[in-house]
């Protein structure tokens, strides 16, 4: 309940979970926003904390948003000495917060308030976009209803849940996705009966009833989730959280890319839902979106946005959580690494699982992958699948025929694009397309050549094969042959014969505006604990493009910015223990969270992290059994790699370094002591032939390789 500044100075008032304990020692008067950056604020309210001297009286400080007096919304802590709040009434735009003792201002702060439709810094918004509101089920079956407007929103709704005493120990869903079984909470007054209780990770036993928050931002469908009864009182706030809250927020990343564009999308979290029995049932908070599934968005920019708007309202409804992580894996894990990067300080520490560090450079490698499983049925048939395993450097031969869709900008379209709306190359060309390139236009930039976004894709001078042709597993003879028939795609993502060739500004634009995860700008301003949950996929029999060389990609790439990855543990292991390796990521990022946060103030340094991880928590292997095996995670030798060899890329086979972070590279003239076999002249010829222009040159940066301008960048 709100109480006046003057009636709250005279009592101990509830200490909010983000003032510190201690008791106040600043020299001058600072303000700051705790429910987002003041110039990225959204909903016309913000969370605000005022750090007062301790010779200052708190009862004497007044403050004005836009001149008008707004003090009775804040609640001292005289412990702390602070005064905390959330002032609401901001108008769109700037708005000037000040604080004056007596008639004297003695601090300010401008603050940028914007539509909770958004966007804030991620660009014009894309156009046509679907809403899904309709289709969106809430925790008791029933849909949240058509939206409001054209933005696709809709009133906020809170939904109780709970878990019975007679309730299945478990269900095929539940078995696969480790969700309790719930059913809807008959009475907001009294617990029925057969509610169970569980134990929070605090030790705190309480009833198991789920508060679930579901609304919209940033024209995305949101949900919070967290353990909550609501017969002990009024609603929670950010001064009086719920008791079966641990004060751990969880952010879930969803999966996928391939067909994340124009729509709202109606799958939400990791493994769906957002209720975990080890997560939620345990007094963690979990959130999500649907535009935080790359499923529905493969956009890493719209994805940190949203995610920082949904933090923002979670933070204002129920107070700062002692720290942030988050999980997800694959697509989840392109959302997590780029934020990391890009958006410093939103997470705290990252589970990412089935890793890949960024988009653009998985696309390159499944580009690699599938015009080369188009040579295997073409023109390569004679080779031996030994053959295509070594030129490909994986270990199982994909059949790549369904992937080579993610390229075609009209074969992905959400279903609600009307067919007289696509993309077509011959009939409608000014239609809508709908590949990953033109979700990420805000980014890239258009060519003005073509009149479609920019694509960062090149193979030019990439001599495919040059491990297989060096070990001898395959020969001169179909080594030329592989490299002069290996094409590339053409715009509208058909083979053709000609490789592709990403132009300077469009390989600019990518690394500057960081779609490439170096590690060396926000996870070197702001590092945070890295857990890599790695499910061994790739021996599958069917081949599977989630492959173990991606988390040596991201290991290369922080050793080269930071020159140490030891904030990086990776945990290997089967598919059928994915579930528990990522419970168990949770519990000790957990630990490691809770130990850095009793560091002690100052900068947070990978130093730091080294000392607050928890002594048993080291990159380990399982086995099909469950058995453990502690041991560094290399790329070869040592006894994990025994269980779960790793494959390299593509783009390994042909020279390129671990990192996998050059888009295009440089060139170099032929140099015949760089291969271990003998060409006879023809052969010399059909090689320059081949490369005019020259081949790879991986000992350095590629083409306009660079650092990223900065963070928190706006487009």
Known sequence: MKKSLKSICGMVALISLFQVSHANTVQTFRVTTLSSR??????????????????APLGKIIVKLNGQDVSHALHADPK????????????????????????????????????????????????????????????????????LDSNCSVKTVVTYMYKSTSAPVSTPKAAASAEPVLKPLPNLTALPSDVAWTTISTGEKVPYVVRIETGTVNRSIYQIAMLYDPTQGPQPDAFSPP????????????????????????????NGGIVKEAIVGKGYAEASATLNVFGNNCNSVTAA????MVKERFIKVFGQPDFTMSWGASGGAEQQLPIAENYPGLLDGIIPGRTFPD??????????????????????????????LAIEGSGRVKDFS??????????????????????DAVSNRSGVRCDVFEHTINVLGRDPATGFARRPVDNTGVQYGLAALNARTINAAQFLDLNKNVGGYDEDGNFVAARNSADRLTLRRAYQKGQITTGGLGLAQYPVPIIDVRPYRDLLPDGDIHLKFHSFSLRARLLKANGTFANDVLLVGPVSRSIAMDEYAVSKMDEWLTALGKAGPGKRTIEKIVRAKPADLADSCYTEAGGRIVEPQTAAGGECNEFYPMYPSPRMVAGEPASNDVLKCQLKPIDFKDYKVTFSESEKKHLAAIFPDGVCDWSKPGVEQQRPTGTWLFY
């Open 359 to 388: 988009v653009l450079t998985n696309i390159q490698s499944l580009a690699d992958s599938q015009i080369l499983y188009h040579y295997f049925v073409t023109a390569g048939q004679a080779l031996l699948d030994e053959q295509k």
């Open 402 to 423: 369904d992937e080579v869709k993610r390229f075609k900008p009209e074969a992905l379209c959400p279903p609600q694009l009307l067919a007289a709306q696509r993309y």
């Open 243 to 270: 008791k079966g809250w641990n004060r751990r927020l969880l952010y879930s990343f969803g999966g996928g890319c391939a067909g994340g564009s124009l729509k709202q999308g109606t799958s939400i979290g990791y």
């Open 38 to 55: 003041p110039g990225m604020v959204s909903g016309g309210d913000a969370l605000v904390r005022i750090d007062v001297p301790s010779t």
């Open 80 to 147: 702390a000495h602070t005064l905390t709040g959330l002032i609401a009434g901001l108008k769109l735009g700037e708005n000037g917060l000040e604080v004056f003792s007596g008639p004297k201002r003695i601090a300010q702060l401008t603050l940028k308030n914007y539509p909770t439709t958004g966007p804030i810094f991620s660009g014009p918004q894309e156009q046509p976009f679907f809403c899904q509101t309709q289709d969106f089920k809430l925790p008791d079956g029933t849909p949240l209803g058509l939206p």
């Open 305 to 308: 946005e949203t995610m920082m």
